[in-house]
């Protein structure tokens, strides 16, 4: 499946700027809307407990856009993904505004429980990423990272 050039919704207006790495107001009424439908989206999801992976990988396609195919994650999930970045000027902080960098996962990466993801990182194809760790860089392909900040401890061949 190929993914889509943003996360989650249609690209609207005022969005624009979110997935442009530009400025935006994160308190935006349309942006607290599509956070509250995700929040209502992740609670039918986190209340499946036979594990059907049909209703599963369904379920994680309406508020994740594109999930390959065999993709597993069991109920209950918590993400712990952060695509926004806050700016470093006070002032411009305190008014509310920040930008957003996507995060883009390759072909069969590992993800462990609890692990961070800063924003703009990419995991590449066929790594895996120790329980805990706080991914604040790129994660070269064929890798394991562990740690706080995440860094390359073995090469997978």
């Known amino acids: 499946m190929r993914a889509r050039s ?8 005022k969005k624009t700027k979110c997935w ?20 209502t ?8 407990f036979d594990g059907d992976p049909n ?6 396609r ?6 390959g195919d065999g993709t597993t994650i069991m109920p209950l999930f918590t993400c712990s993904f952060y ?14 505004l920040e930008s957003a960098r ?5 072909h069969d990466v590992w993800i462990g429980g609890g692990t961070v993801v800063l924003p703009g990182v990419t995991i590449r194809a066929r ?10 860089h790129d994660v070269p392909p064929n890798t394991v990272v562990v740690g706080n900040p995440a860094r390359v401890i073995r090469t997978l061949p």
């Not at 400025?23 to 929040?39: F, G, I, N, P």
């Not at 309406?62 to 999930?67: L, R």
């Open 55 to 60: 209703l599963l990988i369904s379920r994680l």
């Open 127 to 136: 790594s895996v990423v120790g329980a805990g760790a706080v991914v604040v």
């Open 83 to 96: 695509t926004a970045q806050h700016p470093l000027d006070p002032v411009v902080r305190r008014s509310g």
């Open 102 to 106: 996507p995060i883009r996962i390759g």
């Open 41 to 48: 989206i992740l609670a039918r999801y986190n209340a499946i």
């Open 62 to 67: 309406e508020f994740m856009g594109a999930v």
């Open 20 to 39: 442009q790495g530009k400025l935006y107001r994160s308190a935006d009424k349309e942006l607290v809307t599509d956070r509250r439908r995700v929040q």
């Open 6 to 13: 943003h996360f989650l919704w249609p690209l609207r207006a």
